[in-house]
């Protein structure tokens, strides 16, 4: 599952399964935890024999869409107040359970605060940065609607400013924007402008880090008019394949299946997961 874009952001995404595809069968669904897509990324595994699905949520943050997610493969009986439904919102209650065959795996975590993650943003901090004692680095990411599941995020992202800041970079801050809620987003905005400037008067180079899957997103417009040197997202780098990879095998080791993309972590010898089942079951 994957939130979805425009095609170079959808590309990316696709680009980062291919080595997968050869070891396993793969389907993305696009979309904010869109019913039709995930409904017919289910099908197509069904009918190439799969009898246990890991669905790992490609998302920065793992609360994003997970009520509904929850609720559309059966692991929760009630529906979120509010559902998304391709590109708009529905009452949720009027969202109907995927027809489900077979045993459902599901990751709740996101990249955000993963180890993965953090590699990644060294990468693209250290392609930018000549000299880290002279660098300030201001790592953005689109925030989330509560104020709890947005500081939640914030401290996921802080393992990453963490290391960055051991490695020696000046001054690391993290921010999110909130993106699609007006009010915060103002007060946000004028947040990033005030750190990002403050910091151009006291380092002589500012990266800003987009915390993000894909894209640059509307930082650009954020902070126009200041002095900064943009980087690049999580995607594309084959860290975020690992990742993809490691939390598939930790659902099915969890459930005592052998993992195709990888050892469990006991290196137990186990059955294969492709192997339909015999009876249908939905694992939390």
């Known amino acids: 599952m994957a939130h979805g874009g425009g095609p170079e952001w959808n590309g990316s995404v696709d680009a980062a399964l291919a080595g997968l595809r050869e070891r396993i069968p793969v389907a993305l669904a696009l979309g904010m935890a869109n019913p039709h897509t995930l409904q017919a990324a289910l099908d197509s595994l069904h009918r190439r024999g799969v009898g246990t699905v890991a669905v790992v949520r490609l998302f920065i943050s793992g609360a994003s869409f997970l009520h509904q997610t929850e609720y559309l493969f059966g692991l929760r009986p009630d529906p979120p107040e509010r559902a998304m439904a391709g590109h708009r919102m529905v009452v949720g209650n009027d969202l109907s359970p995927l027809e489900v065959r077979g045993r459902i795996l599901l990751e709740r975590t996101g990249l955000a605060g993963s180890r993965e993650a953090a590699r990644i943003l060294k990468d693209r901090v250290a392609a ?29 992202m802080e393992a990453g400013a963490r290391d960055l800041r051991s490695a020696g970079y000046a001054e690391v801050r993290t921010a999110t924007l909130r993106e699609d809620w007006p009010v915060p987003r103002a007060r946000a905005e004028r947040e ?18 987009p915390y993000r899957l894909s894209g640059f997103g509307p930082y650009a417009q954020v902070l126009d008019g200041l002095d900064y040197v943009p980087t690049g997202s999580l995607l594309p780098h084959p860290l975020v394949t690992d990742w993809i990879a490691a939390r598939a095998t930790d659902l099915f080791c969890a459930v005592r299946l052998e993992s195709p993309l990888g050892p469990c972590p006991d290196g137990t010898q186990l059955p294969s997961p492709l192997r339909a089942p015999s009876g249908i079951s939905r694992s939390r």
């Open 128 to 156: 930018n940065a000549a000299d880290p004692t002279e660098t300030g680095i201001m790592l953005i990411a689109h925030g989330m609607g509560s104020e709890r599941a947005n500081r939640d995020l914030l401290e996921m």
């Open 192 to 209: 990033i402008r005030t750190a990002v400037a403050e910091m151009g008067r006291h380092r002589s180079r500012v990266l800003v880090v």
